[in-house]
């Protein structure tokens, strides 16, 4: 292989790597604020899901994901898992 190509794909890669940090940052972010949402919710004995804002939340992401060129399927199947784990954040602070 050519040393060019291999450079290439180390900086790629090492690229990819950044990247990734930068999208665990993100979530652990957004956790954080969707935590603060939970005590909100539970202090104003709120429901733990809100179904209209998550239909706005998921339409949101489709179309950001269709003008970014990425399938909105995949947007939508990521959002959702996570959206699960906020809600079970949520119930559990309910329950603390």
Do not use: N, W
């Not at 990819?16 to 940090?21: I, K, Q």
């Amino acid at each position: 292989m050519q040393a060019c190509y291999l450079d290439e794909l180390e900086a790629l890669r090492r690229e990819l790597d950044e990247l990734d940090t930068s999208i665990i940052d993100l979530l652990a972010k957004r956790f954080e604020v969707t935590g603060r949402v939970g005590v909100l919710k539970r202090d104003a004995d709120a429901a733990a899901v809100d179904h209209e804002r998550e239909r706005e939340m998921f339409a949101r992401l489709r179309d950001r994901a269709r003008d970014k060129g990425i399938s909105p399927e995949l947007v939508e199947s990521l959002y959702r898992l996570i959206v699960s784990e906020v809600v079970v954040g949520h119930r559990r602070t309910r329950e603390g």
